[in-house]
Every structure is written in structure tokens, then in C-alpha cells.
Nanobody
Framework: QVQLVESGGGLVQAGGSLRLSCAAS????????MGWYRRAPGKEREFVAI???????YYSESVKGRFTISGDDAKNTLYLQMDSLKARDTAIYYC?????WGQGTQVTVSS
């Protein structure tokens, strides 16, 4: 059974940092084409970042320069380093891989 489990969310002040993790089990995933999405209160789920092949990465304009996506294929884990957090980053963050989704982890940024 494939599972993606996010962790690392929490409450942080604006300007602070958090590191999210997404641990995959049930099959081997490559961090290439694994991504992060988020759903803010009252809004639709939106794209945050995706890890591509050969170390490439793509980010939404709203997080570019502040967030960094990375992966450790040996650990079957995807990460999202979030720096300079803003109140508007408050959301539930989900990881996705090949159509599988995790349950999400809450990130709350206080202003």
C-alpha cells in the first residue's frame, strides 16, 4: 500500500523557517516529479513546487526565492525548506507523487 506522510508543519512567526518532509512507503519514488501543493483557508489547492530531473526545480511565483524543494531518494523522502515565511503562506501543505497524495501538514504563520 502506497503512503505519503507529511511532517514538519507547525506554528511560526512571520520571517521564520520550517522544513517539511514527505516520507513515501509502499513503493520506491524518485524525487523527480514529486511536488508540494497547499490549500489555504477558503481557497483552492495550489501548486507550490515540483522537483524535476537532474536537480531542476520549479516554483510558484509566490514562493520563488524563499522555498527550496529537495529529495533524498535513498530515504524515499521529499523536503520543502521554507524560509522568510509570510502570513499568506498559512495553509495545509500536501506532497504528491505519481497521483498519490499525503494527508497534509498544517503550517500557520503568525504576523
Amino acid at each position: 500500500q502506497v503512503q505519503l506522510v507529511e511532517s514538519g508543519g507547525g506554528l511560526v512567526q512571520a520571517g521564520g523557517s520550517l522544513r517539511l518532509s514527505c516520507a513515501a512507503s509502499g513503493r520506491t519514488f524518485s524525487s523527480a516529479n514529486m511536488g508540494w501543493y497547499r490549500r489555504a483557508p477558503g481557497k483552492e489547492r495550489e501548486f507550490v513546487a515540483i522537483s524535476g530531473y537532474l536537480g531542476t526545480a520549479y516554483y510558484s511565483e509566490s514562493v520563488k526565492g524563499r522555498f527550496t524543494i529537495s529529495g533524498d531518494d535513498a530515504k524515499n523522502t521529499l523536503y520543502l525548506q521554507m524560509d522568510s515565511l509570510k502570513a499568506r503562506d498559512t495553509a495545509i501543505y500536501y506532497c504528491e507523487a505519481l497521483g498519490y497524495w499525503g494527508q497534509g501538514t498544517q503550517v500557520t504563520v503568525s504576523s
